[in-house]
Nanobody
């Protein structure tokens, strides 16, 4: 069973930073895009960021551009999300994802995304 396991969530004050990590096991996700989604209470799950296999292409939701940075280390089968200047509206459960089609990620086609982690809670206090 392929697993994506997130870590690094927690409670932080507004303006602070967190770094999320996602470890993949049982496959290397060669040629897969990897990314992050989030879901706030009472809201739909939404796209946050994605990165190509080479790391040369990165995509961000408008709401996080300039504040969040996605990166990956293929040798370690890891993907990261550096979150700076956090706002209370960033509070959500953050999910690690993997898929071959970046448009499925960017468009939030949740039902077509192949691999999901269990999520990690990020809470930003005001």
């Amino acid at each position: 069973q392929v697993q994506l396991v997130e870590s690094g969530g927690g409670l932080v004050q507004a303006g602070g930073s967190l770094r999320l990590s996602c470890a993949a096991s049982r496959r290397t996700f060669s040629n897969y895009y990897r990314g992050w989604f989030r879901q706030a209470p009472g809201k739909e799950r939404e796209f946050v960021a994605a990165i190509s296999w080479s790391g040369g292409s990165k995509y961000y939701a408008d709401s996080v551009k300039g504040r969040f940075t996605i990166s990956r280390d293929n040798a370690k089968n890891m993907v990261y999300l550096q979150m700076n200047s956090l706002k209370p509206e960033d509070t959500a459960v953050y999910f690690c994802v993997a898929d071959l089609n970046v448009e499925d990620l960017r468009l939030g086609a949740i039902e077509r995304i192949h691999f999901w982690g269990q999520g990690t809670q990020v809470t930003v206090s005001s």
